[in-house]
């Protein structure tokens, strides 16, 4: 396979070439942007600049031609139907760990493990500490774009009051110490300031919102039991004595867990609760309304809590990344054009500032791990505490369990065990939460039985 870029290096049959293209006849590459305008605006921008670079596959002249992926009902089954149906493009985005192994195991995507244009792109991109946690089936088929990182949104008022002025609770024992203070001032200095509960997540009881569980409970799962993830393949991996201290850690919330819906409530300066869990898509609207981010203001985000000082706070990522197909009516030719593409928008004289115009218009941070240290993006977060604070947990981010069946494996995991715990906690003083090995149980076989997992 020989291809071309204009005026810069490629790999290409293990041998570095440089040419300028000679022009000829056009190549077209169908490419799906997600169904969301800002990334639509993003791709079209690069695209406009790469149809304008004069890029050469085998004598033709590569163009790109992009539009939103369909989503009816969802983004995916608009995939699965282009499938069905040879209408799909050469390449996509909006691809998570769960889909892209339903397309593995449907053979229509391709490899890319050994594929030296994606070495490169791993390594100028300093991903090497992460990749390994997008493989399905010990092959690596995504190159991952983007992660919004989970963790906690505090009322920084209220913590504040709570004894935590100058850093957010990070460990159990903090947690701990914080719930103890609300208890003391909850009749006192919380009334005056009009909060109610300690934790807003009306969710925790509704097992058909499925994909919560991502965020209430594997964020935290993550963080005790040190990245380990849920599902790998058809295996269940769940460590069970780290997901019995994640649903202690949340009975321990007890009756100062707000379980009615209050879908507004941190929009506001004087929130009625001290925490919610929240990702970096919600900074724009707190900055709509005016609040000021940091211990000093009005809010501030935190790290999954720990077991104790000094853990690595791995999180959930709510990531995606794209994949090229195969088949249908997608020719090898096309193929190459895909891949010249996306080796000139990751090639390594551009892709941080590829990443950084993809932040900028996004405003979600790029799947890299040098988000924090590379020049390029210090001068754009220097003064913008809240992405510095969300970039530092993209690199302990773990990505969604490479399962088809995800849906149904974490709807198990709240109607078999969290939920109904969390309905039985929230019953009970703060600090006293039921023991949870027989929910856990029950949790982890339901899990096993819904995904016909091993």
């Not at 799906?32 to 596959?57: E, H, L, R, S």
């Not at 001290?274 to 790290?303: M, R």
Request: with cysteine; net charge negative.
């Amino acid at each position: 396979m020989v291809i071309v870029l204009a005026g810069s290096l490629l790999y290409a049959g293990g041998k570095q070439e440089r040419s300028l293209s000679s022009g000829g006849t056009i190549l077209t590459v169908d490419f799906w942007t997600a169904p969301n305008q800002g990334q639509y605006n993003f791709w079209d921008a690069i695209i406009q600049k790469f149809n304008a670079a004069d890029v050469n596959v085998d004598g033709k002249t590569v163009q790109i031609k992009a539009q939103m992926m369909p989503e009816t009902p969802s983004s995916e089954a608009g995939i699965q139907n282009a499938l069905a149906t040879n209408t799909i493009p050469a390449l996509s985005t909006n691809i998570n760990r769960g889909f892209a192994a339903t397309l593995v195991a449907s053979g229509r995507v391709y490899d890319l493990q050994d594929d030296q244009f994606f070495k490169d792109i791993v390594a100028d991109r300093h991903m090497e500490n992460f990749i390994g946690g997008w493989q399905i089936e010990k092959r690596q088929y995504v190159i991952p774009i983007y992660a919004n990182a989970m963790g906690y949104h505090w009322n920084a008022v209220a913590l504040r009051e709570l004894g935590f002025v100058d850093r957010v609770p990070t460990t159990v024992d903090d947690i701990k110490t914080l719930i103890q203070n609300f208890q003391r001032l909850k009749n006192t200095r919380m009334k005056e300031l009009g909060i109610s509960h300690i934790f807003l997540r009306s969710e925790l009881t509704r097992p058909e919102l499925w994909w919560n569980r991502w965020y209430d409970f594997e964020m935290q799962y993550e963080a005790f039991s040190g990245g380990k993830g849920l599902v790998d393949g058809n295996r269940l991996l769940v460590d069970k004595a780290a997901a019995g201290k994640v649903f202690g850690f949340l009975g321990m919330f007890g009756d100062t867990i707000q379980l009615s819906e209050d879908l507004t409530a941190f929009n506001k300066k004087s929130p009625p609760y001290v925490v919610q869990i929240t990702a970096p898509w919600d900074v724009s609207k707190y900055d709509a309304a005016g609040l000021k981010y940091g211990l000093d203001g009005d809010y501030v985000y935190g790290p999954p809590v720990v077991l104790k000082k000094g853990d690595i706070p791995y999180t959930f990522a709510d990531a995606k990344g794209l994949v090229f197909y195969k088949g249908g009516k997608i020719t090898a030719e096309m193929h190459k054009g895909a891949i010249a593409f996306i080796a000139w928008v990751y090639a390594k004289e551009r892709n941080a500032q590829t990443d950084l115009a993809w932040l900028k218009t996004t405003g979600m941070l790029p799947m890299r791990g040098d988000t924090v240290d590379n020049p390029v993006f210090s001068a754009y977060i220097r003064d913008k505490k809240v992405l510095q604070d969300q970039a530092e947990l993209v690199a302990h981010s773990v990505p969604a369990m490479a399962n088809g069946a995800v849906s149904d494996i974490l709807t198990a995991l709240g109607e078999d065990g969290l939920c109904d715990y969390i309905l039985t906690a929230a019953k009970n003083e703060p600090l006293s939460a039921p023991d949870a090995e027989p929910y856990v149980e029950k949790a982890v076989a339901g899990m096993k039985t819904a995904g016909s997992l091993r």
